[in-house]
C-alpha cells in the first residue's frame, strides 16, 4: 500500500477544495479469488430463485447455471491485481462529513459520489513533495 496526497472537490462547487490522504490498494490473487467466488455463487443463487418462475425457468436455470463459472472468472481476472483508492482522513467539501470511499483507480481526476448527501466528486492526486 503506498499513500499519496489528494484534493476532493465537488463538481457543482470546484472552488472548495479539502486535502486528504489516500492509501493505494491493490487486489490480491485471494481477494479477487474471493470476489470470483462471491459471483459465481450470486450466479447459481439467481438460478435457483428462478426455479419458481413458470415458463421462465426453461430458460434461465440451465443459462444461469452455465454462466455462473464465467461471471465467476471474468470478474477473478478484472479484479486481479486492479488497484482501489481507498480515502483516510477526507472530508466531504458539500456535507463537511467524513468521507470513506473506496474507489478503483482509473482516469484521474477520479468520480465519486457522497454516500452521505449524493453531492458528486472529483478526486485529483497531487504530486508528491520532494
Ligand atoms: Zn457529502
Redesign the pocket.
Given at each position: 500500500m503506498s499513500q499519496i496526497d489528494i484534493t476532493i472537490h465537488g463538481v457543482d462547487a470546484p472552488a472548495k477544495q479539502i486535502p486528504a490522504t489516500a492509501q493505494r490498494r491493490t487486489w490480491g490473487r485471494q481477494q479477487a479469488m474471493k470476489k470470483g467466488w462471491y459471483w459465481l455463487l450470486a450466479t447459481w443463487g439467481l438460478a435457483a430463485a428462478t426455479i419458481f418462475i413458470p415458463i421462465v425457468h426453461f430458460v434461465s436455470v440451465p443459462a444461469l447455471l452455465l454462466a455462473g463459472p464465467l461471471v465467476g472468472f471474468l470478474i477473478y481476472k478484472l479484479h486481479l491485481g486492479a488497484v482501489d483508492i481507498v480515502t483516510k482522513d477526507a472530508i466531504?467539501?458539500?456535507?463537511?462529513?467524513p468521507?470513506a470511499l473506496e474507489i478503483a483507480e482509473a482516469a484521474w481526476p477520479l468520480a465519486a459520489k457522497?454516500?452521505?448527501?449524493?453531492?458528486a466528486?472529483s478526486i485529483t492526486s497531487v504530486p508528491q513533495r520532494k
Amino acid at each position: 500500500m503506498s499513500q499519496i496526497d489528494i484534493t476532493i472537490h465537488g463538481v457543482d462547487a470546484p472552488a472548495k477544495q479539502i486535502p486528504a490522504t489516500a492509501q493505494r490498494r491493490t487486489w490480491g490473487r485471494q481477494q479477487a479469488m474471493k470476489k470470483g467466488w462471491y459471483w459465481l455463487l450470486a450466479t447459481w443463487g439467481l438460478a435457483a430463485a428462478t426455479i419458481f418462475i413458470p415458463i421462465v425457468h426453461f430458460v434461465s436455470v440451465p443459462a444461469l447455471l452455465l454462466a455462473g463459472p464465467l461471471v465467476g472468472f471474468l470478474i477473478y481476472k478484472l479484479h486481479l491485481g486492479a488497484v482501489d483508492i481507498v480515502t483516510k482522513d477526507a472530508i466531504c467539501p458539500a456535507c463537511t462529513q467524513p468521507l470513506a470511499l473506496e474507489i478503483a483507480e482509473a482516469a484521474w481526476p477520479l468520480a465519486a459520489k457522497c454516500p452521505r448527501c449524493g453531492a458528486a466528486l472529483s478526486i485529483t492526486s497531487v504530486p508528491q513533495r520532494k
